[in-house]
């Protein structure tokens, strides 16, 4: 189910802050993706740990780079040593962590950049926030539909041996749930498809934006 977009624009109009004005560039954003030759937007990676969002996001950022585009990945391990390090797992943690990645997000949109976000982001209504806070035309969300067998074969990081000895108690696919996208700009089986066809795919999605 979609949030609501009256609950969404309770939780944009939040502020704890008082008496802060947004200052209006005089630069316009599409000043900025002139000068840098593309329409910026924000790949969302989501899918289970395991999945291959980092893989594919650092690797598609490769490929944007070589193609003289700047871009920056937001990778959801790397977000939680600075920006997040005072979040937990919790499903209110989470959901700040998103809000906070998607605020970044834009921001980087709004500087004329394209960005990749690696997360797990395992909420429809926290997916649909980042998608209300980017811009909805900015905003590509891709879902790696990875089975749940194959992400607990890879197991890179060991965390689902650490789920089976019972060391993690809440964790996405397993103990906590997945809220599957409903209709994605992009869905990639990584264990189907080979990290350069997934990047094909998407670059599908990107080709038109670049100049």
């Not at 329409?39 to 996001?57: D, F, H, I, Q, Y």
């Not at 950022?61 to 600075?82: C, K, P, T």
């Not at 605020?103 to 500087?111: C, D, H, S």
Request: with cysteine; proline share 4%; glycine share 6%.
């Amino acid at each position: 189910m979609k949030m609501d977009k009256k609950l969404t624009d309770q939780i944009l109009e939040q502020h704890v802050s008082q008496d802060v004005t947004w200052q209006q560039s005089k630069v316009h954003a599409e000043e900025r993706a002139n000068l840098l030759h593309v329409e910026p937007a924000t790949v969302w990676l989501t899918g289970l740990s395991g999945s291959g969002k980092s893989t594919l996001a650092f690797e598609l950022e490769r490929r944007l780079i070589a193609g003289g585009h700047l871009v920056y990945v937001l990778d959801g391990d790397n977000i939680r040593h600075g920006l997040s390090r005072d979040l937990g797992f919790s499903p209110q943690d989470r959901t700040e962590n998103i809000r906070r990645v998607a605020e970044v997000a834009k921001l980087f949109n709004e500087a004329g950049m394209l960005i990749i976000t690696s997360f797990i982001s395992p909420y429809r209504e926290d997916r649909e926030l980042a998608r209300a806070i980017i811009g909805r035309e900015r905003f590509i969300e891709t879902y790696l539909c990875t089975s749940l067998q194959v992400c607990e074969q890879r197991d890179p990081k060991g965390l689902y041996q650490k789920v089976r000895d019972g060391k993690i108690q809440e964790f996405t696919g397993i103990s906590a749930p997945y809220e599957i996208p409903e209709s994605p700009e992009v869905t990639l089986d990584t264990g189907r498809l080979s990290i350069t066809e997934s990047v094909a795919c998407i670059m599908q999605q990107l080709t038109p934006r670049l100049h």
